[in-house]
């Protein structure tokens, strides 16, 4: 039987590919990155300007998880560090998360997306620890490290479960991702 997950959602020439810890099993049955009603990113994304041009082409004011698809047409994937769904993240184990990095290098760097936004540290910090070597706490915004021409940028992850961070301030990552991306564009 194969393990509960969720696609990945890359092509070449995405602008950003957002990288999760994992998919939730909620998600997974669904088939839908973020389908979660009490996850904060649809809402988050929709009022940022990073999802402007795609809501714009959709003719919609907000996205939902059954734009994800919809997003690679307008430079926007999804991936995760490990692909196995679970109820919450912290049911995977330090070693898969570990392993998951190495899977995800190689696809980050076979479709290079400009950037690679990582939710939450937890996912992160295995990636960081891995092209670095140090095992320091990363910050967010924009990373010092780069995967191949593919630029690191990590944002609060925007699980209902992550109470460290309002939902105006999980806006205002996404919108300092859009002017990160477009300091990158010119």
């Known amino acids: 039987i194969a393990a509960l997950t969720l696609p990945d959602l890359l092509r070449d020439g995405l602008d950003v590919a957002f990288v999760g810890i994992n998919p939730s099993c909620y998600s997974a049955a669904r088939g839908r990155y973020f389908a979660r009603p009490t996850n904060r990113f649809w809402p988050c994304l929709s009022r940022s300007a990073l999802s402007l041009g795609a809501r714009e082409a959709l003719g919609v004011g907000k996205l939902g998880p059954e734009h994800d698809r919809a997003l690679l047409a307008h430079g926007i994937g999804f991936t995760d560090v490990v692909k196995r769904a679970t109820p ?3 049911d995977l184990a330090p070693a898969e ?7 995800l290098l190689a696809k980050l760097g076979l479709y290079r997306p400009r950037i690679a936004c990582f939710h939450g540290i937890t996912g992160f910090r295995h990636v960081h620890r891995l092209l670095t070597g140090a095992n320091t706490t990363p910050h967010l915004g924009p990373q010092a490290i780069d995967i191949g021409t593919t630029r690191l940028f990590l944002v609060p992850n925007p699980s209902g479960a992550n109470a460290h961070f309002t939902p105006a301030e999980q806006t205002m990552w996404y919108d300092r991702l859009a002017e990160f991306l477009d300091a990158l564009r010119r």
Do not use: I
């Open 88 to 90: 919450k993240a912290s």
């Open 97 to 103: 998360l570990a392993n998951g990095v190495h899977e």
